[in-house]
């Protein structure tokens, strides 16, 4: 079963405009992590934020975490056309090792 | 490093005939875990390992799928007999750590069965 759930689902932009994406979850966690996936590709991970953090930053990536609320959002600043690709978040489990993903968000940049 | 190596890249196999997937992991890695990815159903974890030993095999859909790590740096994913609905892509990842850290994928494997 899923854990986290993506909004949107879809979403498209204009080159150099902020990319904001959501996720939702439903069970404790140790963490939450953001992935990305280019068409026809494996994920690869691009940030991960604690249970008993708030906010992180990766380059032009910002991360939030509301333990409260079960929630995250990933901010992508200035977005570029190659940002284009699915982007997916997944809670680490705080009792097992597990990392289960959300349906992920469709991000397209046109340039 | 390379990082994580599956072979092969794509299949194609017929109903009924045995498919075995195979996944190489990043040397080092104690954690190693196969995910199976549809349109409808997204990520889906089937099972994972430590060292080299299955700890939760929930996922794996039915008896018709089985895995295995042998060794340290190889594991299978096999499915017999197979079916049209085991079409997916199904991908390896490994991890130095549990607790849900950071995963490293592979490529994956693009299965269509016919």
């Known amino acids: 079963s899923q854990q986290g759930e993506e909004d949107p689902q879809a979403l498209s932009i204009q080159e150099g405009e902020n990319a904001t994406m959501n996720c939702s979850y439903k069970t404790s966690i140790n963490n939450l ?79 | 490093d390379a990082g994580v190596i599956q072979s092969p890249r794509h299949e194609v196999t017929e109903m009924g005939q045995e498919v075995t997937l195979r996944c190489k992991p990043i040397s080092g890695h104690d954690y190693l875990f196969w995910y199976r990815q549809t349109m409808m159903r997204g990520l889906e974890l089937l099972i994972y390992f430590n060292n080299n030993v299955p700890i939760d095999d929930s996922g794996m859909p039915e008896d018709r799928f089985s895995a295995k790590m042998p060794n340290a740096s190889f594991s299978t994913l096999k499915i017999q007999p197979s079916e049209p609905r085991d079409s997916a892509v199904y991908f390896c990842a490994s991890s130095p750590r549990s607790d849900g850290e950071k995963l490293f994928f592979g490529s994956g494997t693009q299965l269509s069965v016919l």
Do not use: M
């Open chain 1, 33 to 111: 992590q953001w992935y990305r996936q280019n068409s026809g590709r494996g994920l690869v991970h691009l940030i991960l934020i604690r249970s008993n953090e708030r906010e992180k930053h990766s380059g032009r990536l910002r991360v939030t975490l509301d333990t409260s609320k079960k929630s995250s959002s990933l901010l992508i600043t200035a977005s570029r056309a190659a940002d284009t690709a699915s982007y997916f978040c997944a809670t680490g489990s705080s009792n097992t090792g597990k990392l289960i993903f959300g349906q992920g968000t469709t991000l397209q940049v046109k340039p």
